[in-house]
């Protein structure tokens, strides 16, 4: 199975003070200083030699947002760090999201795809977020089905989410948030910080499990050929291939939706479902799917769920974006497994 996330920065802060160094694989995140001196820089943090920022007014750390953040649908953000006052303020801001705490509560905020957006905060949660002491504080925007927020691994909150985030360009911006009207930075975080760590969604999850079925070379020649016509075709037409992919990205968030909306039974069958089709699949049993997507249709038909009536469906068919790169790609008859399983669906 692909793993679900990616780990885009790690910043420890450790080694030579004013050299912040991204250790996540891409090595694509190094920070640098905004406003900080060489006092701000600590040998020690949560632990000996653990290194560690001193946040405050005017000081920030500003990350330039590399390809490894496009596209960041989904975010995963873990930071250590010790708060000297109760005030708000953001811990980070990425290109769509903002992860904060005030008071004794964490907070987020976020804009999707599509326009629009959302906060949510723990402030009524019996957990909270002490002054004075080292914590290590995660919200998680799946951007598929749910969000949480956790303090020092133990889950304070989570809710019902499925709206991927939007794709908005701007840097990176730990221990404060840069104003776009002014320029400068506000709700500076007040503190410590020892270490960062961002994870987006796996963007390749979809095409690491679906090569990971078993297929001749000659199959998988003829998928790879398909892939680089689709990618010649969206790299011709760049702005209809970004409104494609917010437009199916909609399509997906909608239908998802619809089944955490429903709750039980549904939520239940589609996740036991959704496991089949993958076993399924891992193991090239494509001739038994088709009646585990009857399946589905059906529970989600019982559910009085009407996916393909949706407003979301309507307008991925009846966009010019989608309507011009289809008329230019056209399915790969080499693989016949593939053909006789997409068609073998009723719907």
Not at 106 to 113: L, Q
Request: aromatic content about 10%.
């Amino acid at each position: 199975m692909a793993q679900p996330w990616e780990l885009i920065l790690h910043h420890s802060y450790s080694g030579t003070p004013g050299v912040i160094f991204d250790q996540s694989p891409a090595r694509g995140s190094h920070g640098t200083a905004v406003g900080l001196t060489g006092d701000d820089y600590l040998r020690d943090g949560i632990s000996e030699g653990s290194g560690a920022i001193q946040f405050g007014p005017g000081k920030a750390v500003r990350v330039p947002t590399s390809k490894a953040w496009h596209p960041c649908r989904g975010v995963m953000v873990e930071v250590v760090c010790r708060r000297d006052a109760p005030s708000e303020a953001n811990l980070i801001t990425g290109p769509s999201f903002g992860f904060g705490v005030a008071d004794h509560y964490m907070w987020a905020g976020y804009g999707v795809v599509g326009g629009g957006g959302g906060g949510s905060n723990t402030r009524q949660q019996p957990i909270t977020v002490p002054v004075g002491e080292w914590v290590t504080l995660r919200w998680v925007f799946d951007g598929y089905f749910s969000q949480s927020y956790w303090l020092n691994g133990e889950l304070v909150l989570t809710g019902k989410w499925t709206w991927p985030l939007a794709q908005s360009g701007g840097s990176v911006f730990i221990g404060a948030h840069r104003s776009h009207a002014t320029g400068l930075l506000d709700n500076e975080f007040d503190g410590l910080i020892d270490d960062v760590k961002v994870w987006r969604a796996n963007p390749h999850k979809i095409d690491d499990e679906f090569t990971s079925r078993p297929t001749d070379p000659a199959i998988a020649e003829c998928w790879q050929k398909w892939v680089r016509d689709l990618t010649a075709v969206f790299a011709a037409s760049p702005d209809c291939a970004r409104e494609f992919n917010d437009a199916l990205q909609k399509v997906m968030a909608a239908g998802r939706l619809l089944v955490v909306a429903n709750g039980e039974p549904l939520a239940t069958t589609f996740a036991v479902l959704q496991a089949r089709y993958q076993e399924l699949w891992l193991q090239g049993r494509l001739d038994e799917i088709p009646a585990v997507l009857a399946d589905l249709l059906a529970a989600v038909h019982d559910a009085g769920i009407d996916v393909l009536n949706t407003d979301e469906v309507k307008e991925f068919q009846q966009n010019s974006c989608v309507q011009e790169l289809m008329s230019q790609l056209k399915p790969p008859d080499c693989d016949a497994e593939f053909v006789d399983m997409a068609t073998g669906v009723k719907f």
